[in-house]
């Protein structure tokens, strides 16, 4: 187990190349089942859970391939995943466990073979995240879905037809889309998640042959064809971490140039509170520049919401700002019922948070103050890695597992901008 040991209150400041993201990359890597053509990814960022489903794949039948890149805008690895044939349907249970969004191969699946197993993930420290929407919607294109053991079996011939989101689920959304492409006929797909993330998957579907309009609406419309083929797509820059960066840059009053694909497109709730909060970001011709333009940052009230809102996973880094904000935040989740968990890590650092439901009342404080702290998932990690980087004296973040599955290259991309941070052995277990 290792640590994450940061003497804060240095200013972060230069150039902070960011990674593909890791929530395009994951669906996307899924679409590779899709097609025996072989589907060439680029800029898919170094992750735990990239290689978690990369070994999912592998059981799957897939064979892939890959080309390292630097460290230079769209760096990233390179990887061709070749699926001439399925050679497996199901999913298993050690695998899923590990990364939920493993779900998402059961839509490719059921197209292409008329058949999934996948192992119910089961919940996680946000939520109980449960799957009913995923398996609703394939029930309307024509599966029949059955639940023993632990898993989910679904199997059919898939016919067009229309799913209606009662609440708008990302990876539902991502599930039923890429089925759909190799349906007999149309389906319609209403109150369909808008986040970026999903129009990379569908502009990716799109080039490899599928029928797809209405691409970053609410409401998708898609053909089937009889098979899809061989295709090339880059992955999308991870706005979740350039909006973890720029608040970086904010809480320790430095200055960083964001560099990435078009970030603004794609940040907008994150950049309307950030603004709020008393930052300015400036657009360079290699990415977005960011920093605190007030002499304090500034109260707010956010609300995550879907997207075109402020993301909920952006919430747990809002929070550690706030615990510096001049005079008082509050901030609501409305997406996950327990994405609080930073806010006791947080207090024990000298941060005033009190917690009524969904809602967490923060109250601006001076200074925070380094301490041994644990993570308990990946924002809430990314939240105490920010307050370490501005407490005074040393912070220890534990558990940093969390980390590696959605930041890449976190100490090296911090350290290169002045911050005091190093990965060592963990004593506490
Ligand atoms: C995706 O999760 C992301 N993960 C999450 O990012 C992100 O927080 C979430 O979307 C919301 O934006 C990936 O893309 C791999 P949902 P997903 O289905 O698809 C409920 C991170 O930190 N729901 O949009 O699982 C669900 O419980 C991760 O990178 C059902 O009730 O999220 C939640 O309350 C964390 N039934 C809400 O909908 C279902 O069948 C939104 O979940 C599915 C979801």
Not at 66 to 88: M, R
Not at 207 to 221: N, R
Not at 378 to 388: D, E, F, K, N, Y
Request: proline residues 4%; hydrophobic residues 45%.
């Amino acid at each position: 187990m290792e640590k994450i040991v940061i003497e804060g209150g240095y200013k972060l400041e230069g150039q902070l190349p960011i990674s593909g993201a890791k929530n395009a990359a994951l669906p996307l890597m899924c679409a590779g089942l899709l097609t025996s053509g072989g589907l060439t990814l680029h800029n898919l960022p170094h992750l735990a859970d990239i290689k978690t489903l990369a070994s999912l794949l592998t059981e799957l039948g897939g064979s892939l391939s890959y080309q390292d890149e630097g460290w230079d805008i769209g760096s990233g690895q390179t990887v061709t995943i070749a699926v001439d044939s399925i050679t497996s349907t199901t999913a298993p249970y050690d695998m899923v466990r590990k990364m939920r969004a493993s779900i998402l191969v059961l839509g490719p699946l059921l197209a292409r073979e008329g058949e999934a197993i996948v192992s119910l993930p089961g919940g996680c420290a946000i939520g109980n995240r449960p799957i009913d929407l995923h398996l609703k919607a394939f029930e309307a294109i024509g599966a029949t879905i059955e639940l023993k053991d632990g898993y989910v079996r679904a199997a059919g011939k898939l016919i067009g037809g229309t799913v209606h989101f009662p609440i708008v689920s990302v990876g539902a959304t991502e599930n039923i889309l890429m089925a759909a492409c190799l349906a007999d006929g149309t389906t319609h797909i209403e109150n369909a998640a808008k986040e970026p993330e999903i129009g990379d998957l569908a502009n990716c579907l799109v080039a490899m042959g599928a029928q797809i309009s209405g691409i970053g609406t609410s409401h998708l419309t898609v053909t089937g064809v009889p098979e899809l083929h061989a295709a090339e797509y880059t992955v999308m820059p991870d706005r979740i971490e350039a909006g973890s960066y720029a608040i970086a840059a904010a809480m320790t009053g430095g200055e960083l140039e964001l560099l990435g694909g078009n970030l603004p497109a794609v940040m907008t709730g994150t950049l309307d509170i950030l603004k709020e909060a008393g930052l300015v970001f400036t657009e360079t011709d290699r990415g977005l520049l960011a920093r605190l333009g007030s002499p304090k940052i500034k109260g707010i009230n956010a609300v995550t919401q879907p997207f075109p809102g402020f993301p909920t996973d952006m919430q747990a880094q809002l929070m550690a700002m706030m615990t510096l904000c001049d005079g008082a935040s509050v901030i609501t989740e409305t997406i996950f019922e327990n994405r609080f968990m930073h806010v006791p890590e947080l207090c024990r650092m000298g941060a005033d948070i009190t917690v009524n439901g969904s809602t967490a009342t923060v109250r601006g404080i001076g200074r925070l103050l380094g301490a041994p702290v644990m993570a308990t998932d990946l924002r809430a990690s990314m939240s105490l890695v920010l307050a370490g980087l501005t407490a005074d004296g040393i912070t220890e973040v534990n558990r940093i597992y969390h980390l590696d599955r959605g930041y890449e290259r976190l100490v090296q991309k911090l350290e290169s901008c002045g911050a005091k941070i190093s990965r060592q052995k963990a004593d506490l277990i």
